[in-house]
Nanobody, 126 residues
């Protein structure tokens, strides 16, 4: 079992930056693919980014490519999402996710992930 705890959310002005962290419990963290989803009010959960267990494969949603950077530190059981050039449309609850199996073409689907955190709110003001 893996428990995921997000932190780093908050209120920021458009154009600003935030860094989200996801701390994972369990000794198998380094074998899991890790990622981020987000959900804005009244909208479905949306894929943001994912990184494979060793960091060799990284994928981003088109809406965040070039502005967000996902990374992980397996020695600290922690994953990060550096968010720059934030826009009001980035406002959402951000969820950390983990997948036990290797990444496949379904990585952008919520059902591809085995564990979810509780989420952290990110609000970008215009």
């Amino acid at each position: 079992q893996v428990q995921l705890v997000e932190s780093g959310g908050g209120l920021v002005q458009a154009g600003g930056s935030l860094r989200l962290s996801c701390a994972a419990s369990g000794r198998t963290f380094s074998t899991y693919a890790m990622g981020w989803f987000r959900q804005a009010p009244g909208k479905e959960r949306e894929f943001v980014a994912v990184v494979s267990w060793g960091g060799a494969s990284i994928f981003y949603a088109d809406s965040v490519k070039g502005r967000f950077t996902i990374s992980r530190d397996n020695s600290k059981n922690t994953m990060y999402l550096q968010m720059d050039s934030l826009k009001p449309e980035d406002t959402a609850v951000y969820y950390c996710v983990a997948r036990k199996r290797p990444l496949t073409g379904t990585y952008s689907l919520p059902e591809a992930y085995d564990y979810w955190g509780q989420g952290t709110q990110v609000t970008v003001s215009s």
